[in-house]
């Protein structure tokens, strides 16, 4: 028989027992919402801890050191243990390449790169009114605005990238409040003076023009210096350490568990300031000293990172950076392999929901080979007819199977819509109950095109596979034993 | 019960040698030879169709020898259990014998592959039950269209071919009903019209008259005898005959089991009694039987 005589036919069947043939369907159809909803779920659950990990900047990005031979220098803070290419006895005496502005251009000019910035990391002394307050303060790129952290801030992100503002950790800000009294909102607004160690460059004739431009900036920019360690040592240093100050304004307060500034970082600084303002500061780094020593093997003397993160478009972009990175002489480090293990985790979370979300599915088979079952003891005479009138046994199989497959391309169709449901008030329960904890809602659901496709294709499939015992017994029905007359 | 216009009602009674118009009436009547002739629709050796119930062996049909000559109406009596259904069960391929061989317009059926045996009861044989057996939410017309979807015949003939074997039984006008809305014969004539639209050689008919009452089954066979002699049996002159009546130029072989012995005698030329699943009896009745020339100009299936 033609497939469209066979669907017409098995269309018929199925509609002269509406009601069996409708619950059966049913069954089916809530087999395939539980396999979507679970589904549905697992791809939510992943999209929204990729989206949260790629805004974390940390998946994106890849943190460049200068190779040294000084202790673990070159290590990174967070995990510092396993990831770091770190020194593996290279000989002290091969020069490390600095990680000047030159080395910042071309790391810029890399593909696929959006963003290099240093991070600044240094102990500062805020000061609100007459009481003073020993801090950690953190350098911020612009495109950490897009951070969870600042989600919930009060206030605003710093309003350009040059601004001299500064945002406080929440704690912070709490207690530099409770010296003045003020609730911590107050704050926002004011302006605080932070006291710091700064690098003061020595005379313009001892001193290369990089320092010098940075002296001329920093004098722009109104840092007094009024405590010069003027030292015949400062001679060799290429500058001296003062202590210096800058007033900021205070235009955010944030609550933040990790805030991601760079250098591999992903821990909480008491304070953040924008990268540039950082830099203008000209503040003594870490690196400055071990950099001091160096120079004075090599007689070079210029300004250097001691880290830069690099972010591209896409964390797809890692590999081919890190390489780059590397062939450039630094050490790259990157959390792909963490990623890696976590895309396996959520392989692992989708099978088992998805086993899940099948087993009602299966339940749901046992229905279609049931009611098939039942059609054939109901239509014995039918089938015995349709065989006396040449039927094959071809014919009468194929007529089941597309019984079963019309009730499981229904039933899937119906079970996408029922599940989608599912999930919009799983979805909506989540929304709610988010609010209610202050939490931002997520959309923790996710139906893709290909979920949708392979629900009502699996759905078939099973229903064929059910529909596989009762066809071929029909096939096999005896027709003279079904025709005989009662 | 109206009888329909495309039988010619049969006096009871002698019955007259009708011919075609254009046969020679000196070429009537040759005797029916029992070996193997040219003609022969079905030929049966040695059938035999035993069923085994544990240790008790039934022979249903228990070696039956029988050739039915293309154009013939056989009528098969015998008493209940005499093995009449089964041996028809056997010539249709429902049932496959135990021994012996059923050869069908030539071909044995045992030696046909079950798709071959599918195609042969679809489009040389034609069954009539006495049940009807009409699927009954189908409307007329989706029944009689059964044989042919199976078929695969194209769509578009289909409503044609449907229309002709429906006109030819009478019910063109109840293409829409549903066999729960007609009466017994009409349903009957339902049957055979589903059992005539694939324009098989030989229809097969258990009891077609079981079920109805007398004067209905008279007009059922009256329709059948008209199947198995379309041009002799039609009236000329009859309004209406026309594309039906041109379809219905080919003689159809007819074997129907019955138990009534003066419907037999009536309208078949030839007569098997059954006993015990044998030929207990084999008779000629004063019905004409088919001609070498009638046979020639119908066209004798290859
Ligand atoms: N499937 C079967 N299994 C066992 N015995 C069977 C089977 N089919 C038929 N028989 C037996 O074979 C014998 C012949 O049956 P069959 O139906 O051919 O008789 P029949 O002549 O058609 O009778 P009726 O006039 O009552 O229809 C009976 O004794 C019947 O019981
Ligand atoms: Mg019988």
Not at chain 1, 312 to 339: C, R, W
Not at chain 2, 31 to 60: C, F, V, W
Request: proline share 6%; no cysteine; glycine share 10%.
């Amino acid at each position: 028989m033609k497939f469209r005589d066979l669907s017409e036919l098995a269309g018929r069947n199925l509609r002269e027992a509406v009601l069996r043939n409708t619950l059966t369907t049913l069954g089916i159809a809530v087999g395939v919402a539980s396999l979507v909803a679970m589904l549905s779920l697992g791809v939510g659950l992943q999209e929204l801890v990729g989206r949260r990990l790629e805004r974390s900047g940390l998946f994106d990005s890849v943190l460049v050191r200068p190779r040294t031979g000084f202790g673990n220098q070159g290590q990174p803070r967070m995990l510092g243990s396993g990831g770091g290419p770190g020194p593996g006895g290279a000989p002290i005496a091969a020069t490390p390449r600095p990680l000047d502005e030159a080395a910042r251009l071309q790391l810029a000019h890399l593909p696929n790169v959006v963003e290099v910035y240093p991070e600044f990391r240094f102990t500062g002394d805020l000061r609100l009114g007459p009481g003073g307050h020993l801090a950690q303060i953190a350098s911020l790129p612009a495109s950490a605005s897009g951070n969870d952290a600042f989600e919930s801030m009060k206030g605003h992100f710093f309003s350009s990238p040059t601004a001299r503002e500064i945002i406080l950790q929440l704690d912070l800000a709490q207690e530099l409040a409770a010296l003045q009294q003020l609730p911590p909102a107050d704050l926002i607004g004011k302006e605080v003076v932070v006291r710091y160690a700064g690098r003061q460059p020595l005379e313009p004739e001892t001193s290369d023009p990089a320092a010098r431009d940075t002296a001329a900036r920093d004098t722009s920019n109104g840092r007094r210096p009024n405590q010069e360690l003027a030292s015949p040592e400062d001679a060799a240093l290429g500058f001296s350490i003062v202590s210096s100050q800058v007033p900021l304004h205070v235009v955010g307060i944030v609550d933040a568990e990790a805030v991601t500034s760079g250098g591999g970082g992903f821990g909480r600084a008491g304070a953040y300031v924008p990268v540039a303002v950082a830099q203008q500061l000209a503040v003594v780094q870490g690196n400055d000293m071990s950099e001091i020593v160096r120079d004075s093997t090599t007689g070079s003397r210029a300004e250097h990172y001691a880290n830069l993160t690099v972010r591209v478009n896409h964390p797809s972009g890692i590999p081919a950076l890190e390489a780059a990175v590397k062939d450039m002489g630094y050490t790259a480090f990157s959390l792909q392999d963490v990623t890696r293990s976590l895309t396996r985790v959520f392989a692992i979370l989708d099978l088992l929901l998805g086993i899940f979300g099948s087993l009602a599915l299966a339940v749901a088979s046992l229905g279609i080979i049931n009611t098939l079952v039942m059609a054939i003891l109901e239509r014995r005479r039918e089938i015995g007819v349709l065989k006396a009138l040449g039927a094959s046994n071809g014919d009468i199989r194929q007529l089941f199977f597309t019984e079963a497959g019309v009730m499981g391309l229904a039933g899937g169709v119906a079970g996408v819509a029922l599940g989608w449901g599912i999930g919009r008030v799983i979805q909506l329960a989540t929304t709610i109950y988010l609010r209610r904890q202050a939490i931002p809602a997520e959309n923790i659901w996710s139906v893709p095109w290909w979920l949708v496709a392979g629900a009502i294709g699996f759905s078939v499939v099973v229903s064929l596979v059910a529909g596989m015992y009762p066809a071929t017994r029909a096939a096999q029905l005896d027709p003279v034993e079904a025709l005989r007359y009662e | 019960m109206e009888s329909h216009p495309y039988t010619k009602p049969r006096g009871v009674g002698p019955v007259t040698t009708e011919l075609t118009p254009g046969a020679e009436p000196t070429a009537a009547q040759p005797p029916i030879e029992p070996g193997g002739r040219d003609g022969a629709a079905i030929r049966i050796q040695n059938l035999a169709r035993h069923y085994k119930m544990g240790s008790a062996t039934i022979r249903a049909v228990d070696g039956i020898s029988l050739e039915v000559h293309s154009g013939d109406f056989v009528a098969v009596l015998g008493a209940s259990g005499s093995g009449k259904s089964s041996l028809l069960n056997l010539l249709a391929g429902l049932d496959h014998p135990t021994s012996g061989s059923v050869f069908v317009l030539g071909r044995e059926l045992g030696a046909m592959t079950p798709i071959e045996l599918s195609r042969h009861r679809n489009g040389t044989i034609g069954m009539v039950f006495q049940s009807f057996n009409l699927l009954p939410r189908m409307t007329v017309m989706e029944n009689v269209e059964l044989p042919l979807r199976i078929a695969e015949v194209p769509r578009a003939e289909r409503p044609q071919r449907v229309r002709e074997a429906l006109e030819r039984v009478g019910l063109a006008a109840r293409l829409t009903h549903r066999p729960g809305e007609l009466s017994g014969g009409e349903q009957q004539r339902v049957a055979i019209a589903r059992a005539l639209v694939n324009r098989p050689r030989i229809l097969l008919a258990d009891e077609p008259t079981g079920n109805l009452d007398s004067a209905t089954g008279e007009e059922i066979l009256r329709l059948i005898s008209s199947i198995n002699k379309p041009v002799a049996s039609a009236a000329p002159g009859v309004p209406g005959v026309n594309v039906a009546a041109a379809h219905a130029t080919t003689a159809t072989t007819v074997v129907m089991v019955t138990h009534e012995r003066a419907l037999a005698e009536r309208y078949a030329n030839r007569i098997v009694t059954m006993a015990d699943g044998r030929i207990a009896r084999q008779e000629r009745t004063a019905n004409p039987a088919p001609t070498a020339e009638a046979i020639a100009e119908k066209g004798v299936p290859s």
